[in-house]
Structure formats: structure tokens, C-alpha cells
């Protein structure tokens, strides 16, 4: 299980002779197999649904700690934005440690700094995304009226905040399928090349994306 593995790391693997597969990181410039969600697509939607809704300030709440899904998660939503002619500036990324407490804590302190709100925001998972919006709601910001918002996992803790949280859904089990195929079936006869898959992923709509009425209406 490599999410947070570095390609330092995985250097340490490679005496290893047996078949290996890493589950939930890409590895993209690496040679091993690999299975994971498709994280940049998962940004390219969510941003992509936020701007259907009418949202043209878009931002993006991701890690302090740097690691391979978040990475692509961005890079989804830089291209979705990029795609629309909307330029991706620095005050579009929002910075927050990736806890519940430590989102709360980073986020009060933006909010504090007089740092403005963009209408919308992605945000790189359910847990930044929910610590986000407990600061948010004690700085008197209504979500989704004032702020919308987009989480990554579909974890349950989406369904018990209030409003519950729009996501992105995760295919769990259909990626340990996957892996456990990967190894058995294909990557063990591959003599020289390395498989790459990534699962789809999937909106979640529930309560927390509010759509803009039409410009000019």
C-alpha cells in the first residue's frame, strides 16, 4: 500500500524477485505495476461540475503534505479551469494540514487573515474538506449559499455533517479486485513492461454545491 510512498521509497523494494503491485499510488515515472484511482480525473470533474453549477472563482483546498494523489487531484482541477479559459493563480490554492483538526485550525487562520473566499472550492479529501467547513461555519460563511463545496473518498463522515458533503466517490473494493487480478493474472507474466490501471471515479451530489443563477437573468 503506497499512498503516501515516496519513488525513494520504493527504491527499497527493489531487491525484491516476487511479482509486486502498489495499490493507491501511480507511480507514474516508475517502473513497477501499479493500481489506483484516477485522482487527476477526479479534479477535472468535480471542478468541471462546480462550473456547470455557474462558479468562475473556483478554488482548491489540498495538503501541506505533499503526496502523489493530491498532486494529480490539483492537476485535475488546474486543467478543468485551464480548459474553461480561467486562469489557476496562487491565491486559488488553499494550504490546510490534512486532519480534521489541523484543516479546522489552518482554515481559521486564512479565514482570520482576511484572506477572500472564492465561490467554490474542490477540496483534495473528505477530511480538509470537513475540518474546512466546521471553521468556515464558525466564521458565519453558509455553506452552500455562501461557499460551495466539492470532498474527494466518500467517506462516511460526508453523510453526518451538516450540509452533507458532495464528493467524489472512491471505488475501494473494486481497486483491491483489481490489484489482487493485477498480481496474479497479468503482472506475473509481463517480462519486461509494468501495467498502469486507474478506476473511475464518480460524483456524489448531496447538499453542499449551491447552482449560481444565470449571469444577466
Not at 455533517?161 to 458532495?166: A, F, G, W
Request: contains cysteine; aromatic residues 6%.
Amino acid at each position: 500500500l503506497g499512498t503516501e510512498m515516496s519513488p525513494e521509497e520504493l527504491k527499497l523494494f527493489t531487491p525484491c524477485k516476487s511479482t509486486l503491485v502498489v495499490l493507491d499510488n501511480l507511480f507514474r515515472h516508475e517502473h513497477v505495476n501499479a493500481v489506483v484511482m484516477n485522482n487527476y480525473d477526479a479534479g477535472f470533474q468535480a471542478t468541471n461540475v462546480l462550473y456547470d453549477a455557474g462558479h468562475r472563482d473556483i478554488g482548491h483546498i489540498t495538503s501541506t503534505v505533499s503526496f502523489s494523489n493530491v498532486r494529480y487531484r490539483r492537476k485535475g482541477y488546474q486543467a478543468a479551469l485551464e480548459n474553461k479559459g480561467i486562469e489557476v493563480g496562487p491565491d486559488s490554492i488553499w494550504y490546510v494540514t490534512p486532519t480534521l483538526e489541523g484543516a479546522y485550525q489552518d482554515m481559521l487562520q486564512l479565514l482570520s487573515e482576511g484572506r477572500k473566499l472564492p465561490t467554490a472550492f474542490f477540496a483534495g479529501n473528505d477530511i480538509m474538506a470537513v475540518g474546512c467547513m466546521r471553521a468556515m461555519h464558525e466564521k458565519g460563511v453558509r455553506i452552500p449559499e455562501d461557499v460551495s463545496i466539492i470532498g474527494m473518498d466518500d467517506m462516511a463522515l460526508c453523510l453526518i455533517c451538516n450540509p452533507p458533503l458532495s464528493t467524489v466517490k472512491v471505488f475501494r473494493h473494486e481497486m483491491g479486485v483489481a490489484a489482487v487480478q493485477t498480481l496474479l493474472s497479468v503482472a506475473a507474466r509481463l517480462k519486461t513492461g509494468v501495467l498502469k490501471t486507474e478506476l473511475s471515479v464518480d460524483l456524489v451530489e448531496r447538499s453542499t454545491v449551491r447552482v449560481l443563477p444565470l449571469r444577466g437573468s
